[in-house]
């Protein structure tokens, strides 16, 4: 059974067919809108982040295994340059409900946002804890991306400038004379 869904931030799953039914399993397709809270310097997160995978139910609760796709929109850290990339995030989470007598891990202490309650599961952090490591650290718009040129600006995957040529940084000057011998240049 594969559960679709395209409301723009429906992130509760019902799980109650799952509950207490170790080995039972359902393969999910979620399409979510982006969750209250994931915020990130510099990068825009767009609708609709997707969750394909299964929810497994197993002694301790629901496990939920799969992948996070979400679409990203940053500026290169070279040009500035608006970069647009889709990251892809392995998940393998834990939902349980402590609480409930009898449960075997009735002590342990469930991480926020990963606790069934009511017979439904809220994705919301999941989806946070898969986006926010896998956003590129410094996003670049292609691998050889010259940046901008320090001196006047440009955007040097546009156009060429001369200014690195015109201006030298005054503490390598003393090195400017300085020759290799002969043998020490292949070395």
């Avoid at 409930?100 to 991480?111: I, K, M, Q, R, T």
Wanted: proline fraction near 7%; hydrophobic fraction near 40%.
């Amino acid at each position: 059974m594969t559960i679709m869904m395209t409301k723009n931030h429906d992130s509760v799953l019902s799980v109650t067919d799952l509950l207490d039914r170790p080995g039972a399993s359902r393969r999910v397709d979620v399409a979510m809108g982006v969750p209250d809270g994931l915020v990130l310097p510099l990068v825009t997160v767009h609708n609709p982040l997707r969750l394909a995978g299964v929810i497994e139910s197993v002694v301790q609760g629901l496990l939920v295994r799969g992948t996070v796709e979400a679409v990203l929109s940053m500026s290169c850290a070279r040009c500035l340059t608006t970069v647009e990339q889709t990251v892809c995030a392995g998940v393998t989470e834990l939902f349980s409900d402590p609480t409930v007598p009898g449960h075997p891990d009735e002590d342990l202490e469930v991480d926020a946002g990963y606790e069934i309650c009511e017979g439904t599961i809220d994705l919301d952090t999941l989806l946070r804890d898969a986006v926010v490591p896998a956003a590129p650290y410094q996003p670049l718009c292609n691998f050889d991306c010259r940046g901008l040129c320090p001196s006047c600006g440009v955007n040097r995957n546009d156009v060429d400038c001369d200014c690195a040529d015109r201006e030298r940084d005054p503490r390598w000057a003393a090195l400017e004379g300085l020759r290799l011998p002969p043998d020490a240049a292949g070395a």
